[in-house]
Each structure stands twice: as C-alpha cells, then as structure tokens.
C-alpha cells in the first residue's frame, strides 16, 4: 500500500514544482535577454541567422541550458523569434527598431519601455499604479501583486526585474532625497526631440500618458513647492529635501494632492514655460521663503498675481520681508534637531488648515497684489 501513496506524492510534488516555473514574465533581466538581439544585429547585420552559427560567434554552446534560456527570455522580451530548436533566430520588427545603431535615442528608449515594462503584464501593472509617485517598500509592491492574482513563489523576483529594468530605462530617479517612479513621457520630454514616432510612442500617446501630465485634471491635483533648489548636496537642497518630505507632502497628503518641485519639470534656476505653467495652473501652491532667495520672490509674485491658494512658509531664523509680513506665514524652527522633531507634527498641522482654509474659499485668498488691486483678475 505505502508504493501507491509515495507515486501519488511523488506526482503531486512534481506538479508544484512545474507551477513554480511558469512565470509571468521573462527570468532575466532586459538587459540581459538583449545579448541575442544585439549579437544578431551585430553578426547577422539585423537579418536571421542560424542558430548554431550565433552561438558560434558568441562562444557558447547552443545547446547548454544557460544559452536555451537567453532564447526563452528573448523572445519573452518580444526581441527575437524562434524557438530553442529552431534552425534560424530573427529579430522581430521590435527588435529591429531597438538594436539598430542607426535608431534615434529617444526613440530607442521609447522602444525599451515598450519590451522591457509595458508588454510585460506584471510590470506594466506596477508601472501603472505606481508610477508619479515615490516608489513603495516592496512588501507594498508585493501586496499590489497578491491583489491582482499572482503567486507568491514569483512576486519577489518579478519586483526585482521590475526594478532594475525601470532603473535601466531611468524611469527610477533619485527626486527631493527620494526615489521616485517617473512617468515615461517625463524621460521622454528630456530627451532630444526626433523627427519620427515609432509604434512604440503611439501606443504610449493612445494610453494619454501626455494627457495625464499637461491637462487641467492634472494641475488640479497639483500642489507646486516653489523653494530655493541649489546643487545637489547644498544647504538649499537638504533643507528642501527636508521640508518637502518631512513637512510639506505629508501636509497635503489628504487633499489627494501630488507636490510638485521645480527640478521635476525644469532646470534649477531657470523660469521656464513649464515652471510658470505650474505656478498659474496648480491648485495649490506652498511658498518657502527661507534664505530670502529671489527666484521664490519673482515666481511667489506671479502666484500673487493670479490670487489663487497659496501657502506661506519659512525658516524661524529668516525674518519675513515688510511687503509680506502681514501675509500669513508659518514659521518653522530649525534651529536644531531637537527643536525641529518634536513640532514636525505641529507644523504639518498648521499647513493642512492653511491648505483647508484656501482651497475651500479660494475667493478669500489675499495678498499685497490683492490688496492693491482689488479688482484685478488674471484669465488665462
């Protein structure tokens, strides 16, 4: 009798063995699975080529288990076809536009996205529910992944390749002292501008991507931090990176707001469109005026002009300017950490009823332009 019920376990040990292995996505990093591609453009000139004959030039066994699986993960990727048998491997037309010297670079890291996030099921879930904002703990990510029906035995090593393929694509950036999961068409706006759009950028533009970060939805969940930035290190950037995590977001948190820094959408002391755009159109604008930078005056001034919410906010050892002092102005002490600390939750606070106060009756908002000007209205 004890035969029997060691094959039925034998049996059943296998079948759990083979569910572990089916993966929902690709076992290698993107990077990794483009070793093939790239041989085959390189070897083959972009055409197919035989099996055998790629392996040979890469030095490896076709037949090894190591090589059957670069073929797997390549064509996971939507790289190449052709199977582990198969006589010839080719590129797909994907695989063209990404392995060819001659492809633009934007249109290259258009193309990457496409392989390595968005035609991945489970990463492009990630990317879509995360994306904009700073990346969670991965027991957050894994929770994520249970809610949408996938196994436990993968989730960790689906998160992983996730990562370092975003990391790769630069869709993961250090923000504020902060990593955050930029959105594509933020990468893709830094880029060079290219006179052709692959298949790639029109799928990304038919999920209106663009949409999501240029339109009136989005200025409406907008909370703009105009603060002095300086060089990554400085005084400035800490004491920024300090308040925007610390004080500011979590401030705005239950407004449904995302905070918004110039270095996001523009270069570091530079007013540009984009900058201007997002001190006008936000629904909410927090001021620092801290170290008395004039950058924050000129763009606070613009604010004022449009007289719609904002908040005022600055360090206790900076003294408020004359033409501001009678404006309402939270000050936060510095000084040291033992001051700072304690009065964290104090002063986010204060912020919340500010932004309560302003967003509920944005008609009250006043300031000097205001004040002057009681009949003054900016339409855009």
């Not at 572990?20 to 690709?26: E, G, L, N, V, Y």
């Not at 193309?111 to 492009?124: C, H, R, S, T």
């Not at 880029?191 to 999920?207: G, M, N, Y």
Request: proline fraction near 5%.
């Amino acid at each position: 009798m004890s035969e029997p019920i060691d094959k039925v376990s034998d049996s059943e040990e296998q079948k759990k063995k083979k569910k572990r292995i089916q993966r929902s996505f690709p076992a290698s990093t993107f990077d990794d699975a483009t070793i093939i591609a790239n041989a085959i453009q390189e070897f083959a000139s972009g055409q197919k080529i035989r099996r055998i004959t790629l392996f040979d030039h890469l030095g490896k066994s076709p037949e090894s288990g190591a090589s059957r699986q670069m073929i797997v993960n390549s064509s996971k990727y939507g790289l190449t076809l052709g199977g582990q048998q198969a006589e010839y491997l080719e590129l797909t037309p994907d695989g063209r536009v990404f392995t060819d010297p001659e492809t633009p670079h934007k249109e290259k890291i258009s193309m990457q996205f496409k392989l390595a996030i968005y035609d991945i099921e489970p990463f492009k879930k990630i990317y879509e529910q995360f994306k904009g904002n700073k990346l969670p703990t991965k027991s957050v990510i894994g929770d994520f992944l249970k809610d949408e029906g996938y196994h436990v035995e993968e989730i960790s090593e689906c998160i992983n390749i996730f990562l370092i393929n975003s990391k790769s694509i630069g869709l993961l950036k250090l923000v504020a002292g902060a990593e955050r999961l930029l959105p594509i068409e933020h990468i893709l706006e830094e880029l060079p501008v290219v006179q052709s759009h692959t298949e790639a950028i029109r799928i990304i533009e038919d999920k209106q991507v663009h949409k999501e970060t240029t339109g009136n939805e989005y200025f409406d969940r907008t909370c703009f931090y105009i603060t002095p930035i300086g060089e990554e290190g400085s005084e400035f950037r800490l004491h920024s990176d300090l308040f925007l995590n610390h004080i500011v977001e979590p401030a705005v948190k239950e407004f449904g707001l995302e905070v918004i820094r110039a270095d996001r959408i523009g270069d570091p002391g530079m007013i540009t469109t984009h900058i201007i755009e997002h001190i006008v159109k936000s629904r909410l604008v927090v001021a620092d005026l801290s170290f008395h930078n004039p950058n924050v005056f000129y763009e606070l001034a613009l604010r004022h002009a449009c007289r719609k919410p904002t908040v005022q906010i600055i360090r206790k050892s900076d003294k408020i300017p004359f033409d501001l002092d009678h404006v309402r102005t939270i000050r936060i002490d510095t000084s040291s950490i033992y001051s700072l600390v304690p009065q964290l939750e104090i002063y986010r606070s204060e912020i919340t009823e500010q932004v309560r106060k302003s967003l509920n009756d944005p008609e009250s908002v006043d300031n000097p332009i205001s004040a002057a000007f009681r009949n003054l209205k900016v339409t855009l």
